[in-house]
Structure formats: C-alpha cells, structure tokens
C-alpha cells in the first residue's frame, strides 16, 4: 500500500516549452502533497507544499509563477515547468502523506519515483 | 541554516561490518525522525522512523538511536550487505514539513 507514482519517468524538452508532471497516490488518499527538487549528488529541497483544493505554499527562493502546482483532486497533483530553461534540469520528485488519525496529515511520506527533466 | 546535519559525506563499510551515520538537528520542536534510501535514479523510500519519546528503535538489521538531550540520532545499520549500499538521508519534521541532511553515499564491499 500507500505507492505514489510519477509520469514522466524522464522529459526532454527544448529551451522554453512548458513541461507538466503528474504525480498520483494510487491507493490512498492524500492530504498534502509535496514537490521536491534534486540536484545531482546532493539533498531533497522542497519547493512546494500543495492542498488538494487550495493554492500551494512555495518555499522562499521558489518562482510560483516559474513552477506552477495543481492539486486538483486527493490523489493527483501536477507540476508545470513554464518556459523551461537548462538551468530547471534536475530530479523532480513528489511525495504524499496520508490522513492522519485527527484528519490531518500523518507524518509519513511517501515518495514518487522522480521525474528527470533535460532542458536543452 | 541548515536545520539537520549528516555526517558522513561518505562511508565505505565491508560486507558483514556495522554502517553507523550520524545525524543532528537544532530544532526542539521536531517530533518525527525518519530514514530514507536512496538509489540512483530513484525516489527516496522510507527505511525506518522514530519518534523523540523513544530512544531507541529496531526493525531487521537496521537501528536508530535518538538521543534528546543532545538532539542527535543515528543509524545503524548490522550485518551491512551489498545491496545496502545506496544513498541515506536523515530528515527531521515538524507540523509534516521535512528538513532533509545532506545524505550519506554508502558503499558496502563484497
């Protein structure tokens, strides 16, 4: 239980399209869903934190307009990558949390299989 | 300001010795202290996770100890196998937002 998918797997893309990546909890419901960013050998950094229904909160330091989030239903969210450059080339990964046993979020989080996006 | 730092960078263990890494944070207000691994190309899953009003937690080969009054914690790993080696990441969460270490490259040889 409790597995996240991601779609794409990997997206190339050229200078200034716009990419959009999905990111599912297959068999569960999920409260709060997270889009993080990896760089090549170093740590997860959170972007965004999304509620299904309402706007996302962005880190400090992230374009909410660069790095659009929808969360339109408890088990989808998408990211979109508007105008992308070669400097958004990295690991894209998601992650969801479950309900919690007072209705909020739980703690645990459960990550995507990243999506690697290639700018050129 | 990095809220956890993880040490090491780097550890190479051989097969069948203990793969020990060390985390610590500075928030008092975090309550949930988990584990990741990490394969190449992959999504971070979680391995193990403990809570501050524990000090010590198992499951299979792999430990953590939480010390509060220092606000460190540390993995453990026994037995280490090959196919542990990966990259770990500790986290730290309050309020379910995570602070993620650096994480730990671990090599384990045959």
């Known amino acids: 239980g409790a597995v996240v998918s991601q779609h794409p797997s990997r997206v190339i893309c050229k200078s200034g399209t716009s990419v959009k990546i999905e990111c599912r909890s297959l068999?569960?419901?999920?409260?709060?869903m997270f889009w993080y960013r990896q760089f090549p050998k170093q740590s997860l950094m959170l972007m965004a934190t999304?509620?299904?229904?309402?706007?996302?909160?962005?880190e400090q330091g992230v374009e909410k307009d660069k790095f659009l989030i929808n969360h339109a239903s408890l088990t989808l969210s998408t990211l979109t990558v508007t105008s992308a450059h070669p400097e958004d080339s990295s690991f894209y990964i998601c992650?969801?949390?479950?309900?919690?046993?007072?209705?909020?979020?739980?703690?645990?989080?459960?990550f995507g299989p990243g999506t690697r996006l290639t700018v050129l | 300001q990095q809220q956890v730092k993880q040490s090491p960078q780097s550890l190479i263990v051989q097969k069948g010795g203990i793969s020990i890494i060390n985390c610590a944070y500075e928030n008092t207000a975090f309550d949930y202290f988990p584990w990741y691994q990490q394969f190449p190309g992959k999504g971070p899953a979680l391995l193990i996770a403990i809570r501050p009003d524990v000090s010590e937690k198992k499951e299979g080969r792999f430990t953590i100890s939480f010390n509060k009054s220092a606000k460190q914690f540390s993995l453990h790993i026994m037995d280490s196998q090959p196919g542990d080696s990966a990259t770990y990441f500790c986290a730290a969460s309050n309020f379910n937002k995570f602070y993620f270490g650096s994480g730990t490259k671990l090599n384990v040889k045959p």
């Open positions: 999304s509620n299904e229904g309402s706007k996302a909160t962005y």
């Open positions: 992650s969801a949390t479950l309900r919690g046993l007072a209705g909020g979020p739980s703690h645990e989080q459960f």
């Open positions: 068999d569960f419901q999920a409260t709060t």
